[in-house]
Nanobody, 125 residues
């Protein structure tokens, strides 16, 4: 069983930055595809970014060039660096993990096996 705990959310002004962290339990972290999803108010949950390794990542079009996903397998942690934030980035952000490459290559079509509890990100204008 994999348990995921997010941290780093909060309130930030438009144009600002935040870094989310997700700490994972378990000894097989490096074998999992990790990802970040978000759910804006009144909308469906959507994938933001996923990662297998630094050279194998996925980004939603809306965050390309502004967000960076990374992972540290030695610390069982995945990060999401968010820059140039806009009010449209306001959402609950969820960490996710799945052993399948589907989370990397078709994250809009897969339901990850493991989820964190979510962390709120609010961007004020």
């Amino acid at each position: 069983q994999v348990q995921l705990v997010e941290s780093g959310g909060g309130l930030v002004q438009a144009g600002g930055s935040l870094r989310l962290s997700c700490a994972a339990s378990g000894r097989t972290f490096s074998s999992y595809i990790m990802g970040w999803f978000r759910q804006p108010p009144g909308k469906a949950r959507e994938p933001v970014a996923t990662i297998q390794s630094s050279r194998s990542t996925y980004y939603a079009d809306s965050v390309k060039g502004r967000f960076t996903i990374s992972r540290d397998n030695a610390k069982n942690t995945v990060y999401l660096q968010m820059n140039s934030l806009t009010p449209e980035d306001t959402a609950v952000y969820y960490c996710a993990a799945d052993p399948s490459l589907g989370l990397l290559v078709r994250p809009t079509s897969i339901a990850p096996r493991h989820w964190g509890q979510g962390t709120q990100v609010t961007v004020s204008s």
